[in-house]
């Protein structure tokens, strides 16, 4: 099952510069995505979304773009900040299902100083 | 801020024993959630709960697993007859509403359920 799919196992940014995460989903019926960030030893933590409706939602430093033609989306991370580093996975929900998402297997960043 | 709160942070138990893992969810959130990561491997969705009862589970969810809300607070997840396969992270979760725009899942920080 590889419906939401993150290709890139790890991201290595410089602190300030900007972290582009990366995600592909293969479901068109997929109406809502989510970004979740997750520290060692913790849950996942909801970071942002995005509805299938809108192109790109923004909160704070961080920016999700929706791309459905090409099914993919990405979360900008600007500017990268050391505590940012984290493993980051992308989300999606199926219409009609709002109770259970499908994860991608998660992308690891880490920002240096 | 609220949390998601789950016990025991680790449990070890041997194969064909009964686990049960538990989670206090926030106190004014209405829906819960069982997901569970083997190692290296996704999060995936097992079962939602609503009312209580289960308002969707995955085909991992089979005979074996079950859930259940015992008084206003605890959320459970039973393990019949652990195998070594059920080994993973197992996070509860927990949300407001169904519309993830304004109610997003939170996580509690999961339990790591180690059969052997």
């Known amino acids: 099952d590889q419906q939401v799919k993150q290709n890139s196992p790890s991201l290595s940014v410089q602190e300030g510069r900007i972290s582009i995460l990366n995600c592909d989903y293969t479901?068109?019926?997929?109406?809502?995505f989510l970004w979740y960030k997750k520290y060692p030893a913790e849950g996942p933590t909801f970071l942002i979304s995005i509805s299938s409706i809108k192109d790109k939602n923004e909160d704070g430093r961080f920016t999700v773009f929706l791309n459905k033609s090409a099914k993919h989306l990405s979360l900008h991370i600007v500017p990268s900040q050391p505590g940012d580093s984290a493993v980051y996975f992308c989300a999606a929900s199926l219409t009609g299902t709002a109770s259970k998402l499908t994860f991608g297997t998660g992308t690891r960043l880490q920002v240096t100083l | 801020e609220p949390e998601v709160t789950q016990t025991p942070s680790h449990q070890v138990t041997q194969m064909g024993q009964e686990v049960i893992l538990r989670c206090v969810p926030i106190?004014?959130?209405?829906?819960f959630y069982w997901y569970r990561q083997i190692l290296g491997q996704k999060v995936e969705f097992l079962v939602s709960?609503?009312?209580?009862?289960?308002?969707?589970k995955s085909e991992i969810f089979d005979d074996q697993f079950s859930v259940e809300r015992p008084d206003g607070s605890n959320f459970t997840l039973k393990i019949r007859s652990t195998k070594l396969e059920d080994s993973a992270m197992y996070f509860c979760?927990?949300?407001?509403?169904?519309?993830?725009?304004?109610?997003?899942?939170?996580f509690g920080n999961g339990t790591r359920l180690t059969v052997t």
């Open positions: 709960f609503y009312n209580n009862e289960i308002s969707e």
């Open positions: 106190s004014n959130h209405l829906y």
């Open positions: 979760a927990s949300s407001d509403g169904t519309n993830y725009f304004d109610s997003p899942l939170h």
């Open positions: 479901n068109s019926m997929f109406d809502y």
